[in-house]
């Protein structure tokens, strides 16, 4: 074949893209999962290099060419594969490599092509960071050398290279020690090993090429399932306009203005015009991700071909009765790699969506792990359901999407957004705890003394920070203890390659996860960073890495997708989501209006109330539930109140439950609730009852928000206090950090966090068009403008109370109805 025929083509064949990397890992990943020698953590720790790459590379010399670019283009009948990626080094002596490759300007081949005359040696140079003592491998990691060789084919065809050198250099992340490996091929033999794996991989290509012309014919015809409910229409303009300009976009919507679906069709739409090729829907909780599930598939119902699939935790997705991921207890981890690549392929032939039933499912059948499954079939699937942390944790997003830190075709939607903030926060912070080294000092120093005497410098390090702090010490840097840190984790690490069978293996592997995290954050320690010292509830002294503004870390996971849209019910202040959530100065921001009729809803305000700590007192807690008592006995249904603490909760439960003598069925949230237990706690709003209901829970729990109670469900929330998190040594840091960067640091730290647990909770009565209700917000706080001024624009017709008053506001309220 010609070039000049392949360039003319350019324009009309799709192309499938794949990165070197994932390529290789794909296709040559085989074997047992077996988490007991770290296996799985050496591999995360690749992910941690860039430091040592940039070092090596400096150090290299003038022959040494880094982050140099590959692309190579097999052209099939149909569409053209581009395979390509970036070689860490490629080396040579400045001059010799003459460009006249015709390669160069258009990197394709007809694979049945001759090569042309020899040109100067050549050797890729590959890099690896890794946590294992690197004078103890005996050979490199068959993974990585395909990579390497990868870039050697598509350098030496480039160039028509006779023969190629590669260079395999691992360095240990700790101690930066280094060993190298070198290889030398032919270009006939180097050309031969590429061609069989590229031709292994075509069954895979050939069905992403066939599946997304199906999806896009698919998206031509499709149209918006429902009649547009008022105001819906523009949110779904909104939505596609922003992932055209591949935007980042702020959603206020509340709650029946349909967000999950304005979202998603107007992203489908959006793939469909080749603005996108992957949606990430983005979950706080189970609940959020149903309705995305269920979206997803009315879609399919409209006659879209689009392939979904949902990511449950690893311990939800477990086979067994316990989870234990290695070969001798576990069937499905034994040969799970050279199994899983024919049951992914299966599935994808019959299977559109791809959830948690289905997934167990088939790899019971198929005996392969499910969790590990799910993450290989999100590969090829054009929706991916999951948590938070799969884009934005560095310890556990996908890798396959994100290792490389390149930006990816995909589209972010980010639901319940306003959850993001402290989710984030702790992503990018960790806590050490002093008498954790000492314990794991006494436990682990049978494997030898090297790794005691790390320990025991860590804890020395740790005494003297101890022996400065009283109750709070901020710090400005930790250098010294950081060092140790670095030991410490590099015995840790020898340690886990070594020995199987540690003694309270799990409670090591949690310390030393701790460990590492701490290590790898330091290195992102920047001013958005705070580090103290304090102490815990039982005493003990802890040291802090806390992420206080994670927006550069969130940013850096953003700048991956092509356009990302927050949307949440509270989104407000916007600036406080705006300046938390990203770096970006160039985003968009809406706030849609009601759907919903406001004389349907009573918003009721206590001025006489407060749960303030000084006035937590008997007296508080009856005025409280006199207010309760007022609301509920108007009208029987069912009503949530909504309390700050267990304690409050139980207090006031015990008040009202006391004046009500039994003519209110009563129940209230425990601490630690099991799955079960949450969702026999919602059916009890689903029982017919021949008096009032009243169900006491925790603001800010799992049942303040994610959850739908409609009509007669529920029709009524009482809200007691504004919400504000509990003062304390990381909300002061938090306030002070605010505070020296020009902001309102009571706002940022307490008030608007407080605010969006009070108008979540609230949220929970109107849900649909035809339901009615009552929210009462019962604290003298809520009439001051600084609070009143973070209300949904829907509050503005608040009407403000006392406990005297409210029983006839209430009354007034269903006799109008």
């Avoid at 003319?8 to 994932?22: A, M, T």
């Avoid at 009573?602 to 409280?624: H, K």
């Avoid at 009070?758 to 003298?780: H, M």
């Avoid at 624009?793 to 209430?810: A, F, M, P, S, Y």
Wanted: hydrophobic share 40%; charged share 30%.
């Amino acid at each position: 074949m010609k070039i000049s025929r392949l360039l003319q083509e350019e324009e009309l064949k799709p192309q499938i893209v794949i990165s070197v990397r994932n390529l290789v890992e794909f296709l040559m990943n085989a074997g047992d999962i077996d988490d007991r020698h770290g296996g799985q953590m050496r591999m995360e720790a690749m992910q941690e290099g860039s430091r040592i790459h940039r070092k090596i590379q400096r150090r290299a010399g003038a022959d040494y060419h880094a982050e140099i670019p590959l692309k190579f283009i097999v052209s099939y009948e149909e569409y053209d594969l581009a395979i390509e990626g970036r070689a860490d080094g490629i080396i040579y002596e400045e001059g010799l490599l003459e460009e006249t490759s015709r390669f160069l300007e258009d990197p394709r081949m007809d694979l049945e092509e001759g090569q042309e005359e020899a040109k100067p040696s050549v050797m890729i140079d590959e890099i690896k960071g890794v946590y294992l003592d690197v004078e103890q491998m005996a050979e490199p990691n068959a993974v990585h050398l395909a990579q390497a060789k990868c870039y050697a084919f598509i350098f030496a065809t480039q160039h028509a290279l006779p023969a190629i050198g590669v260079q395999m250099t691992y360095c240990n992340l700790d101690t930066e020690e280094i060993r190298r490996f070198q290889m030398h091929y032919s270009y006939d033999e180097i050309e031969a090993w590429f061609l069989e794996l590229v031709a292994s991989y075509k069954k895979w290509s050939d069905f992403l090429f066939h599946h997304k012309m199906i999806r896009q014919q698919s998206i031509r015809g499709l149209e918006f399932p429902y009649a547009y409910r008022q105001g819906q229409k523009k949110l779904v303009t909104d939505v596609y306009r922003s992932i055209m300009r591949e935007k980042t976009l702020f959603l206020q919507a509340p709650t029946g203005t349909g967000k999950t679906l304005a979202t998603i069709f107007p992203a489908i739409q959006a793939m469909g015009q080749n603005m996108g090729d992957k949606i990430f829907y983005l979950t706080a909780k189970n609940a959020t991700g149903v309705v995305a599930h269920d979206t997803f598939l009315l879609m399919e119902e409209q006659g879209y071909e689009g392939k979904t699939v949902v990511i449950t935790a690893k311990d939800k997705m477990c086979l067994l009765e316990e989870r234990s991921c290695n070969p001798d207890d576990c069937p499905y981890a034994k040969g799970h790699f050279d199994r899983v690549n024919d049951a992914v392929y299966d599935i994808l032939q019959e299977e559109n969506m791809m959830d948690r039933d289905c997934i167990l499912r088939w790899a019971k059948d198929r005996r392969v792990c499910p969790f590990e499954y799910s993450l290989d079939i999100a590969s090829w699937v054009d929706h991916i359901i999951c948590d938070y942390n799969y884009v934005f944790d560095p310890n556990v997003c996908l890798k396959r999407f994100f290792a490389e830190g390149i930006r990816g075709d995909y589209l972010f939607l980010v639901d319940e957004a306003h959850n993001l903030v402290e989710r984030a926060r702790d992503m990018y912070s960790e806590t050490l705890v002093k008498e954790d080294f000492l314990a794991m000092k006494k436990k682990l120093k049978i494997y030898g003394k090297k790794l005691e005497n790390t320990l025991e410098r860590c804890n020395k390090e740790m005494l003297v920070l101890k022996r400065q702090c009283e109750k709070l010490l901020v710090l400005e840097e930790m250098d010294s203890f950081l060092f140790a840190l670095f030991l410490a984790a590099a015995a840790m690490d020898e340690l886990l390659q070594k020995e199987g069978n540690i003694v309270d293996r799990d409670e090591v592997l949690d310390f030393y996860f701790k460990v590492r995290n701490f290590v790898n954050l330091s290195e992102d320690f920047d001013e958005h960073y705070r580090i103290y010292c304090d102490y815990d509830e039982k005493g003990q002294f802890c040291l802090h890495l806390f992420c206080v503004d994670p927006s550069y870390m969130l940013q850096k996971r953003l700048d991956r997708s092509r356009a990302c849209v927050f949307f949440s019910a509270t989104l407000l202040p916007i600036r406080y989501y705006k300046e938390l959530l990203c770096c970006d100065d160039d985003v968009y921001a809406i706030y849609a209006d009601s759907v919903f009729e406001q004389e349907k809803r009573a918003l009721l305000i206590g001025r006489d109330v407060s749960s303030r700590y000084t006035r937590r007192t008997f007296a508080e807690y009856l005025a409280f539930a006199d207010y309760i008592e007022a609301i509920v006995e108007k009208k029987k249904g069912n009503y949530m109140v909504f309390c700050p603490s267990y304690k409050m909760l139980e207090e006031i439960s015990q008040k009202f439950m006391a004046k009500s003598l039994g003519s209110c069925d009563v129940i209230c949230q425990r601490s630690g609730m099991s799955e079960q237990e949450r969702e026999d706690f919602l059916k009890e709003f689903e029982e017919v009852r021949e008096r009032s209901f009243v169900a006491f829970c925790v603001m800010g729990g799992v049942f303040s928000e994610g959850i739908d109670l409609t009509e007669e469900k529920l029709i009524g929330a009482i809200i007691v206090g504004v919400g504000l998190p509990q003062i304390g040594n990381e909300r002061e840091v938090m306030k002070q950090y605010f505070e020296a960067t020009g902001r309102d640091g009571f706002s940022f730290a307490y008030l608007y966090p407080g605010m969006n647990k009070v108008i979540q909770a609230a949220g929970r009565v109107i849900r649909t068009k035809s339901d009615e209700g009552v929210i009462a917000l019962l604290d003298e706080r809520f009439t001051r403008s600084e609070y009143r001024q973070t209300f949904p624009r829907e509050w503005n017709d608040g009407k403000i109370c006392d406990r005297h008053t409210v029983g006839d506001l209430v009354d007034d309220f269903w006799q109008k109805r």
